[in-house]
């Protein structure tokens, strides 16, 4: 095996803080890794027993998101610092007794991330594996066939006409740039409607087949939004598309369409709240899945042995996961929603996801909870990672997704997706739906599968949300007085600010409501043109490279979460752990293989990374064991507990993912599982209690688990039939409750839609002054140099349990401390 490369800049005896512990070694930087070897080789040279005892970390430069550096003159007597910060959430401090070393550290690193220009010069153009090592020997770039995984739904010339065809009409890319070259679409519509109706949808990326279910043959399809505009305008092509796409099926068993047309009420949203998991209890749902594959004679009439056709049952959606005022709120430049006037085989539902914006500033405060991880042993700020709504979000995606995958695998009916451009939000749903539908996709090889076609086939920008080539304004110099600076007259360090900027920020809060409207349409209209600079030109990723900040966020990130909550709740249903996630998640970032650089299939190939790459599948595969559930049961019996086929979300059990944080559950978890366990023990309590036996309200429960003898119990939280408390939720915002529900949300039937100019001093002054007074109640004015930190830590954890390990590096095999 080969030695590792000499670094370049060598910097001995220097001192890394992570987790508030401190650790002596020398400090290696090469062109992509910063390498961390200790105990420091003048321990080891006076003291040959050590040598056995040295170990190294090794940080991937791409995976740098915040490096500051903090310089101090000699007569401070405190040392200089580098503090980073990590894609995967690790933070370390690297002090250093000689200033210039700290400064040339730091513009060596930031010459070799945020500076390179072009992503030809990242690592995974100079990474290969050892010659004869396991991943040496396998090509990951062939474990995906697009026509392999159709044919494997069933769709291939060779087998029985299923209704649907392979499409070669964007096979040099020039139909759809984003889109794959290979596309299933109805077999009769012909290429030359395709292309009328591909002037309807952004981007060009039509309506097209994701999944088609094994048992039933309904579909799971996927599209951009449309061009309708303030004058709600149509095209006949289109909606001859999304018809044949419902009707596929069905056509393949000579049935009629018009059946369905007539059958289908002419409403344009769907009211799903008869299905919302809050009315449906799980017995109801077990029956239902149990009758899904109960046997051949639930598809068969058992007198004439025809199949049974669901026309009439069937109410298939148009999904579109944004809030429903944004999609108003594109109409003003010339995008939008479906009229359903034109859709009456169809109805619509929003699922009220929000953008890429709100989902990068919820990440953001996340990390704000957890940012001292490098100098404080103490947990994160719970209050904090409340305010971030992170799990909220994760639970609506869990919920969207959920209700795709009951429309077809128990409502035997189809499902179009799409958001604005139909890569982000889309691909999350479609992706886990299918996830939930289809056990094949929850082994390792199904879940590259998934991975391969929904998000990379289908054009997820990862390049552009990743940030690969990293951002200048991620590598900042401190001028902190406390760090040596000099506070001029007339200026302070920034402290003084707080009150004022929370004040600021109370103005604007009364101001939303009212250009609510205005800030939508700018908001979605942004994430429309963040990527009008990158339409594709000839050359092979010629196009804009620099990232820019409005364009990063975690879409894919939430993915995995939501995958990795689906694991958590379902251990046994997965092949997979949950390390394979949080590696995966990792080589997201890291850059050390093509299989996530560039935007879209198209770049991709033409950038050649197949010949000039490795791909990051062969990682895993040539390790497999290391990312195989040990509880994982592949036996699938409808008729037993915990081997069906179909898995669900249960919203309620959400919780933080902890170890991709490198933090313990108890850190992240512990005193939400506590209120969670506390109301499943007042719910129990209440389900006993007779209403007429004039017994006491039970206690209440507060947000840190603890009883309140003061305050009834809300019958609405803690019912019988109500879930554990989700985490980060206080008792009065469950995750069931705190996410507005797709399944009643904006549908007119139902309610009126709310006036989106609210005058401020109607029901929204209480919370604005609470607003406020959380502002001023959570200043922290005088803060030290890294930040306040906590001054109890929960349950005496050890710093130490809150990682899992650090992987020693030998050879090529670059591995973060995992």
Excluded at 183 to 188: E, I, N, R, T, Y
């Amino acid at each position: 095996m080969a030695a590792p490369p000499r670094p370049k800049q060598l910097y001995q005896n220097i001192q890394a803080l992570q987790g508030g512990k401190p650790e002596f070694g020398d400090l290696g930087l090469n062109d992509f890794h910063l390498v961390f070897r200790y105990p420091p080789q003048s321990k080891t040279d006076a003291d040959p027993d050590l040598k056995k005892k040295v170990k190294e970390v090794w940080f991937a430069f791409h995976i740098v998101s915040q490096c500051s550096l903090r310089v101090m003159p000699p007569s401070s007597g405190i040392h200089s610092s580098i503090r980073i910060r990590f894609r995967d959430f690790r933070y370390v401090s690297f002090n250093f007794e000689d200033e210039k070393q700290a400064r040339d550290a730091f513009d060596f690193m930031r010459a070799r991330t945020c500076r390179l220009g072009s992503i030809d010069k990242l690592l995974a153009f100079s990474y290969s594996p050892p010659p004869n090592s396991p991943e040496y020997k396998i090509n990951g770039w062939s474990l995906y066939d697009a026509r392999a995984e159709f044919k494997r739904q069933g769709i291939s010339e060779k087998l029985p006409d299923l209704g649907w065809r392979i499409t070669t009409i964007n096979k040099d890319y020039a139909f759809s740039p984003t889109y794959p070259a290979v596309l299933a679409v109805p077999s009769k519509i012909s290429d030359n409607t395709l292309k009328y109706a591909a002037n309807f949808r952004s981007r060009a990326r039509i309506p097209t087949l994701s999944y088609l279910h094994p048992v039933n043959n309904c579909t799971i399809t996927r599209s951009s939004q449309p061009f309708v505009g303030l004058r709600m305008k149509r095209n006949i092509q289109d909606e001859r598309l999304v018809g044949a796409c419902f009707s596929a099926s069905m056509d393949s068993l000579d049935n009629p369409t018009a059946a369905i047309l007539d059958s289908s009420p002419s409403s344009s949203h769907v009211d799903l709240s008869a299905e919302s998991p809050d009315d449906v209890t799980s017995s109801e749902r077990e029956r239902m899945e149990d009758e899904l594959i109960a046997g051949s004679n639930a598809y068969y009439d058992e007198k004439t042995g025809k199949r049974l056709i669901y026309g009439a049952q069937q109410h298939n959606l148009i999904v579109d996961a944004r809030p429903a005022i944004n999609s108003y709120a594109m109409q003003a430049i010339g995008m939008g929603s479906e009229n359903m006037d034109y859709y009456r085989f169809a109805k619509k539902v929003f699922l009220n996801i929000d953008n890429i914006h709100v989902m990068r500033s919820s990440l953001e405060q996340v990390i704000s909870a957890i940012k001292d991880a490098d100098v404080s042993p103490f947990p994160p700020s719970r209050e904090i990672l409340e305010k971030s709504k992170w799990l909220k979000h994760i639970s609506g995606i869990l919920d969207g997704s959920a209700i795709i995958a009951r429309q077809v695998g128990i409502q035997h009916s189809h499902a179009l997706i799409h958001c604005s451009d139909g890569w982000d939000r889309t691909s999350q749903l479609c992706a886990l739906a299918e996830l939930m539908l289809d056990p094949y996709y929850r082994t390792i090889d199904g879940f590259i599968v998934l991975v391969e076609k929904d998000w990379l086939s289908f054009g997820h920008m990862f390049q552009l949300r990743s940030a690969h080539l990293s951002h200048e304004s991620w590598f900042t110099v401190d001028n902190d007085a406390l760090a040596g600076s000099t506070v001029k007259p007339g200026e302070n360090d920034g402290r003084g600010d707080a009150i004022e900027n929370a004040l600021a920020s109370a103005k604007r809060f009364w101001t939303k409501n009212v250009s609510s409207e205005k800030d939508t349409t700018s908001s979605e209209a942004d994430e429309a043109a963040a990527v009008d600079e990158v339409k594709q030109s000839s050359a092979a990723a010629a196009e804009t490279q620099a990232t820019r900040l409005k364009d990063v966020s975690p879409v894919f990130h939430q993915f995995l979460d939501a995958t990795y909550q689906l694991l958590r709740q379902h251990p046994t249903r997965f092949e997979f752990n949950e390390r394979f996630l949080r590696r995966l998640l990792y080589h997201v970032y890291s850059c050390q293989y093509g299989t996530f650089l560039c935007n879209n299939e198209r770049q991709r190939h033409e950038a050649n990374l197949a010949e000039r790459t490795r791909s990051v599948w062969a990682y895993f595969l040539s390790r497999r064991a290391e990312f195989t559930n040990d509880q994982y049961d592949p036996v699938i019996d409808d008729h037993t507990k915990g081997r069906e086929r179909l898995v669900f979300p249960r919203l309620g059990e959400v919780r933080w993912w902890h170890q991709v944080f490198n933090r313990t559950d108890e850190e992240m978890n512990g005193a939400l599982n506590a209120s969670a366990a506390t109301a499943e023990r007042v719910a129990a309590y209440q389900a006993s209690s007779q209403p007429s036996s004039g017994l006491s309200e039970p206690p209440n429960v507060r947000n840190d688990g603890t009883l309140s003898q003061s305050e009834p119990v809300s019958r609405s939280s803690a019912s019988p039939a109500s879930s554990p408390l989700p985490p980060s939720l206080p008792i009065s915002k469950s995750v069931l409750t705190g996410v507005e529900s797709a399944h009643a949300a904006l549908t007119p039937e139902a309610r009126s839609p709310p006036s989106l100019n609210r005058s401020s001093s109607t029901s929204e002054v209480p919370g604005a002054l609470a607003a406020l007074q959380d502002k001023i109640a959570g200043l922290s004015l005088g803060k030290g140099v890294f930040g306040a930190v906590p001054s109890m830590i929960a349950g005496g954890q050890s710093s130490d349990s809150r990682y899992s390990g650090e992987a020693v590096v030998t050879g090529q095999e670059m591995r973060s401390m995992d």
